[in-house]
């Protein structure tokens, strides 16, 4: 069983910048892709960033330029970098990671972390 733990949220203000963390209890180049989703209040949960293991990364729409996804494999960690945070990016924070199961990929999640932008 594949634990993901983030870290890294907290209150900001318009503006600035956080980075989060999602550590892995499980080397990071065994997954397919790893990424960042997230989910405010009243709304379905939406991707992010993902990062393949492969190096390609993907950004919603809102986060190209602003939001930046890395990993450190020597430390089973994934980031996301958030610069020129907006109040709209105010939501909880979910790290996923998905490798394959036989012949599936089969997702992991992490319990989240706040992430609120004042105005």
């Known amino acids: 069983q594949v634990q993901l733990v983030e870290s890294g949220g907290g209150l900001v203000q318009f503006g600035g910048s956080l980075r989060l963390s999602c550590v892995a209890s499980?080397?990071?180049?065994?997954?397919?892709?790893m990424g960042w989703y997230r989910q405010a209040p009243g709304k379905q949960r939406e991707l992010v960033a993902v990062?393949?293991?492969?190096?390609?990364?993907n950004y919603a729409d809102y986060g190209k330029g602003r939001f930046t996804i890395s990993r450190d494999n020597a430390k089973n960690t994934v980031y996301l970098q958030m610069n020129n945070l907006k109040v709209e990016d105010t939501a909880v924070y979910y790290c996923?990671?998905?490798?394959?199961?036989?012949?599936?990929?089969?997702?992991?999640w992490g319990q989240g972390t706040q992430v609120t932008v004042s105005s």
């Open positions: 996923n990671a998905r490798m394959w199961d036989v012949f599936k990929l089969k997702g992991y």
């Open positions: 990062l393949t293991m492969g190096g390609s990364a």
């Open positions: 499980a080397s990071v180049s065994s997954f397919y892709d």
